[in-house]
């Protein structure tokens, strides 16, 4: 079965400009979250949505940050503008259903690198 | 609010040596726990879980047992391999309240030297 899938691998902008990353999830799989990994910290939950719906992004960015998944199967995470303290990795992950609880698996992409100069 | 806590790393070991990783957490009810573990340059791979008290999670060589007394949940392995160099990270989800937002420890670098 295929994995989770992001692009791009890496991306390097400077501050003030706009950035998307993609992100497509096991296919069958409700539950996709978007993580943010600064260097040196663990996966910190920014957005999660059950299939097109978003169930939390208390700890999204609102004034720069968006993400959407309207058809309930890929995502994109855009910053727009992007600051200094937005260089991290993006980690998308996906699960069989939030539901699901007694087996809530996540499966995650191999990330998105973005350095903001 | 939920959290994880981790030991600082890098932990340094020689192969064959018995390794330890201590995590505890802070959460109301029985969260499921997880360890997942990140290799250099890759994403999060699930390692082993547990979802209720005194379960054991094992894959690998590795185990981590759920206590509920401690809220403990450390990994071990008998016996390291240059290969289990890597990011460990020590994560919960938490069993009420309407959220089932994954909250993650920082992460314990191993690093195993022939």
């Known amino acids: 079965e295929a994995g989770v899938a992001q692009s791009p691998r890496y991306k390097i902008i400077e501050k003030r400009q706009s950035v998307a990353f993609w992100c497509n999830p096991i296919s069958g799989h409700a539950t996709l979250y978007w993580y943010q990994q600064i260097l040196g910290q663990g996966p910190k939950l920014l957005i999660q949505?059950?299939?097109?719906?978003?169930?939390?992004d208390s700890q999204l960015p609102k004034d720069r940050f968006s993400a959407e998944r309207l058809k309930g199967v890929d995502s994109t995470l855009k910053i727009q503008p992007a600051k200094l303290e937005d260089s991290a990795v993006y980690l998308c992950?996906?699960?069989?259903?939030?539901?699901?609880?007694?087996?809530?698996?996540?499966?995650f992409g191999p990330g998105t690198r973005l350095t903001v100069l | 609010g939920n959290s994880v806590t981790q030991m600082e790393g890098p932990v340094t070991l020689s192969e064959e040596a018995f390794l330890t990783i201590n995590c505890t957490y802070t959460a109301t009810g029985y969260p499921s726990l997880f360890w997942y573990v990140q290799y250099p340059g890759e994403g999060l791979q699930l390692l082993l879980k547990?979802?209720?008290?005194?379960d054991k999670g094992s894959n690998k060589g590795f185990e981590a047992t759920y206590r509920k007394e401690t809220t403990s949940f450390h990994l071990e392995k008998g016996s390291v391999q240059v290969s289990d160099s890597a990011v460990y990270f020590c994560a919960l989800i938490p069993a009420s309240g309407g959220s089932y937002i994954p909250t993650f420890g920082r992460g314990t670098s191993l690093i195993v030297h022939p």
């Open positions: 547990a979802t209720k008290a005194d």
């Open positions: 992950a996906s699960s069989l259903s939030e539901l699901a609880r007694v087996y809530n698996e996540q499966f």
């Open positions: 949505f059950q299939n097109n719906g978003v169930v939390d």
